[in-house]
């Protein structure tokens, strides 16, 4: 009996971050857990709650919609005679039933039995437009579209492109510049250290970080948006399918960042972070971008490697201003606390999750090259 050919996609990895983020924005802020003494599923018997928000109510569609579509998506791709939407709808049903259960321990979070409707009500409708691509032809069209574009272990570096927008909403001391995450790490320690002999062990720097010089901002910006374009260079076919990729990731992350100011600040302020260093960053960004896109894939993920180590190190031995550290306290309280918990993850590991990826790329490429 022939065992069916089971296509690589990029729905799977994305599953499995969505369901990671779905996991910290249900139990955020993970503090003061406590047994209070009821039943962890007595939510589903609770009386309807009196007052619904339309907020509420299309958050918690809207959170698991993706979820499960994706799930969808992916089960359609690898298990072609699997019951999909049931299977999502079971899925997500238990995703979200533990979630509100474990909420019962958490003093700040409330349980509710209607968010979980809504929770499995908005994965079921993912998995229906899922399903609907599929019965009109799209699926078909994107997997030839894929074909002709990408190779075919391109699963892992198309779910990092995809997630990089929504990386990029979270807010950044410097433009591009994801991963900067080396005071917050510090002041987390120290936190938790604190009153403890552990403390004095803990490293400290002897002199505080210092803002970055205009010169490395407009190297931390280039070298922010050549990261995806090299990741894409390396999985796409052709010379010409770089340059058209290239091009629409820098127009992604110009708007995306503009969506992000839009949200921090307030439309009429959607474009004040577009400043001298970061018109000079994407022109050096360019020029590389129409060079490298001859270049082979694996010089691409090399020097993709190599760059994101460097901006990493500048970044991360940078200080953010003040005036960032209001803007994250406009994020993390009031009308963006479900956003934050959400994409604040996102946009400081995305970078090292493409650090494991190139890595892991380059390894198992140097050990086919040996054998």
Request: aromatic share 12%; hydrophobic share 60%.
């Amino acid at each position: 009996m022939r065992t069916p050919h089971l296509r690589k996609t990029a729905a799977w990895p994305l599953v499995w971050i969505y369901a990671i983020l779905i996991v910290y924005a249900s139990l955020y802020p993970f503090d003061n857990w406590r047994i209070q003494g009821i039943a962890p599923w007595a939510f589903l018997t609770a009386p309807l709650p009196r007052y619904w928000t339309g907020f509420d109510v299309l958050s918690n569609v809207v959170g698991y919609a993706p979820f499960g579509f994706l799930l969808a998506l992916a089960l359609h791709r690898t298990r072609r005679h699997w019951p999909a939407i049931v299977l999502t709808t079971l899925v997500a049903a238990a995703l979200s039933l533990t979630m509100e259960s474990l909420q019962m321990f958490l003093p700040v979070r409330v349980p509710s039995n209607v968010d979980a409707a809504l929770n499995i009500s908005g994965a079921f409708a993912g998995a229906v437009l899922a399903r609907a691509l599929e019965w009109v032809g799209l699926l078909d069209r994107w997997s030839r579209f894929r074909d002709r574009w990408f190779v075919p272990d391109a699963s892992g570096a198309m779910a990092l492109l995809a997630v990089w927008p929504l990386a990029l909403l979270f807010p950044a001391p410097v433009t591009f510049g994801l991963g900067q995450v080396l005071e917050r790490v510090e002041a987390a320690f120290a936190h938790v250290l604190e009153d403890s002999l552990l403390l004095e062990w803990l490293p400290l720097r002897e002199v505080e970080l210092q803002p970055l010089l205009p010169i490395s901002e407009i190297l931390c910006v280039a070298i922010g948006l050549l990261l995806p374009c090299l990741l894409a260079f390396g999985v796409l076919r052709e010379w010409r399918q770089r340059i058209v990729v290239a091009v629409l990731l820098v127009w992604v992350g110009f708007m995306t960042s503009a969506l992000s100011a839009a949200l921090t600040y307030g439309p009429a302020h959607a474009w004040d972070w577009v400043s001298t260093e970061v018109l000079a960053g994407l022109a050096v960004a360019m020029v590389g971008m129409a060079v490298l896109s001859f270049s082979a894939a694996r010089v691409c993920w090399v020097l993709a490697l190599a760059a994101l180590v460097w901006q990493l190190s500048l970044l991360n031995n940078a200080s953010a201003d003040a005036y960032f550290a209001l803007t994250l306290q406009t994020w993390e309280q009031g009308q963006f606390i479900r956003f934050h918990g959400l994409i604040q993850w996102l946009g400081w590991l995305w970078p090292y999750a493409l650090l494991l990826y190139l890595v892991s790329r380059l390894s198992s490429s140097a050990r086919t090259s040996d054998q």
